[in-house]
Structures are given as structure tokens and as C-alpha cells.
């Protein structure tokens, strides 16, 4: 009888520490809603110095080059943290049977390869990425701020590639249940202008030492219409 108890005993030790190695499930971006991504947004920003508006497009900045070959160009949005190196476009993930909202977009970064003196500028190209939840991306259709608690960077060697780093980001975020964090500090402003028919934004950023971003003279614009195909509004 010990005998018996014994060899089922080994064997269920057996089963327990000899399964199958089994990866988790990932997540993948929705293809049932369609969402339009924006490109090409002009981006305006006031000189203080010459009282000037100053437009660019996929970049907001107030510096206006003498060379027009400058503006915009990558050299230009590495050096600003307001710019767009392509595209910016929401996707959707469901994780729990919960609907969340992706925003992602190409940013183009720099640094100083020797930044004591100041010299060699190097460029460098990101994907950029913040989760939105449903009840918070619903603020955006009434042209109304959206905060959000999490912020991704990866860089940019193959986009493919980073989108995977970036759902991966995502699901670890989404299984430790950060979605209740009290550090709602990253912030979409979004406003509509006074004529009625254009929509101003910045892209999200931390608020620095609790100073709110000012979107009075700088942010991108874009018509109603086309900031409401960027959400999925028909």
C-alpha cells in the first residue's frame, strides 16, 4: 500500500514539474475599427521676439530659418519636443474585455555627441505611445483634454519590430493594473478654436514640476472634420 501511495505521489510530482513550456497569449492591435491617421499638420508657434506666428509642418516651433530647406526639415524637429516624424494615428487594443486606446506616433529625436561643448548633433528616430482609456479617449470627441498614466518609447530601427516592444509594454501594463493609477500627469490637451471649425492640440507631455503646458502660442491645428476622422467619427 505505501508502495502504491509512493509511485502515485511521484507521478503526480512528475506531471506538476514537467509541463509543456507555454508562452503567454499577445495582444495585438484591433482591425475592426477604423481609425485615419494625420499627416502633414501644420504646427504654430508665436516669436516672442518678433511678435510673429511662426507655421511648420509636423513640428511646432517658432524658429523661422532663413534656409526654408531647414523648416521641418529632420535636423528642425530633432530639436523641438512638438513634432511628428511621419504620422500620428490612435489604434485599439482589448485586453479583459476592455477597450483601450493607442496613440502612436514617429518622433524624431537628437543630442549632442559631446554635449560639454556642444557640437556633433545626432539624430535618432523613436515610436512613441500612450494608452488612453475608453472613458478618457471619449473627452477627445468633445474636443476636451485626455490624461493618461503611461507613457512608451522605443526606438525606431524597424517599425514592425517596435510595435511589437510597444504591445509588449502595453500588456505588461495592462496585467500589473496600472489603469488605476492616481498619476493621471500625462496630458493630450485638446481644444477647439474660436472660429468653430478648427481643433488645436499638443502632443501629450509630462507636466514638468507641476506647470501646465501652454497651448495660448503653440500647438498643431487641423479642421474639425478631419480631427474627428483622426478618432473614428464618421
Known sequence: MKNIIFIIAVLAFTQVNAQDRVNRTSIKFDST??????????????????SNWVDNIDVVSDNDYDDSSLRGSRYHKSRCSQNIGENIEFKTITYSGKTYYVLLWDYVGGSYKYPSISQDWQEYSNVRAVIF??????????????ESATYFTCGKYDYSESEAKILNSIQNWCEKGFESSKHMNHKFIVLLAENGEDVRFLLPEREKYGNPLNISKQYFEVKSSVFNSFLGIK
Do not use: H, V
Open 133 to 146: 482609456t475608453e472613458s478618457e479617449f471619449d473627452k477627445l470627441k468633445l474636443f476636451k483634454t485626455a
Open 33 to 50: 475599427i477604423s481609425i485615419n491617421p494625420l499627416t502633414k499638420i501644420t504646427g504654430w508657434s508665436f516669436n516672442e521676439k518678433t
